[in-house]
């Protein structure tokens, strides 16, 4: 049974800038979530996806949007980048939809740094 | 608005004795209380979770207590171990799947 992958592992943007970052889910996972952490704080939750459809957003502009495809595996998309956009960026896939009790299992992240 | 929050950005105990990680929550109405694990450039690891039903889990050295009308979440790792070392989420969830992240402790366990 193979994990959570996302890449790339590390990227390096201009402000302005587009940017696509891929997850693959752990097999027979149906959800995927995203998230964002800052330096020295804690991830916070950008949105959620369930068989392809958006199941839940956090406090983040549209400019950040997500894909989700029929194997599960996910893109997360940030438009016009800013400077706080730095940030490792994780994703982290589960069963079972909005049902919190399913565990969540991440990813090892992709570090962006926007200049 | 922090809604969860890990008052000590870090602590550092001896090898075998015990280590105790603290939480602090607002919002009543979270169902489920859980813990994660993060080494450097690793993703988070779930460790432990709790539902807002029982009190106590125990997973070997790892038991997690949680005290609703304190609002409060606590894991105890007894004994620790050096490969213990690493930064430790508590997150809550109710029912819409969404994680909310505490900011971190960071632990330390001394050979």
């Known amino acids: 049974e193979t994990g959570v992958t996302q890449s790339p592992t590390h990227l390096i943007k201009t402000r302005g800038q587009q940017v696509t970052l891929r997850c693959s889910s752990q097999?027979?996972?149906?959800?995927v979530s995203w998230y964002q952490q800052a330096l020295g704080q804690g991830p916070q939750f950008i949105f959620q996806?369930?068989?392809?459809?958006?199941?839940g957003r956090g406090n983040f502009p549209p400019r950040f949007s997500g894909l989700q495809f029929p194997n599960y595996s996910s893109e997360l998309n940030v438009n016009a980048l800013e400077l706080d956009d730095s940030a490792l960026y994780l994703c982290?896939?589960?069963?079972?939809?909005?049902?919190?009790?399913?565990?969540?299992?991440f990813g090892p992240g992709t570090r962006l740094t926007v200049t | 608005d922090q809604q969860v929050k890990q008052n000590s950005p870090s602590l550092s105990v001896q090898e075998g004795r015990i280590s105790i990680l603290n939480c602090d929550y607002t919002?009543?109405?979270?169902?489920?209380f859980l813990w994660y694990k993060k080494y450097p450039a690793e993703g988070p690891t779930f460790l432990i979770s709790?539902?807002?039903?029982?009190d106590k889990n125990e997973d070997g050295r790892f038991t997690v207590f949680l005290n609703k009308s304190a609002k409060h979440l606590s894991l105890h790792i007894v004994p620790s171990q050096p490969g213990d070392s690493a930064v430790y989420f508590c997150?809550?969830?109710?029912?819409?799947?969404?994680?909310?992240f505490g900011q971190g402790t960071t632990l330390q366990v001394k050979p």
């Open positions: 982290a896939s589960s069963l079972g939809g909005l049902a919190g009790e399913y565990e969540q299992y």
């Open positions: 997150a809550v969830s109710g029912n819409t799947g969404k994680l909310i």
């Open positions: 919002n009543s109405m979270f169902d489920y």
């Open positions: 097999s027979g996972h149906n959800t």
């Open positions: 996806y369930y068989r392809e459809e958006e199941n």
């Open positions: 709790i539902s807002s039903i029982k």
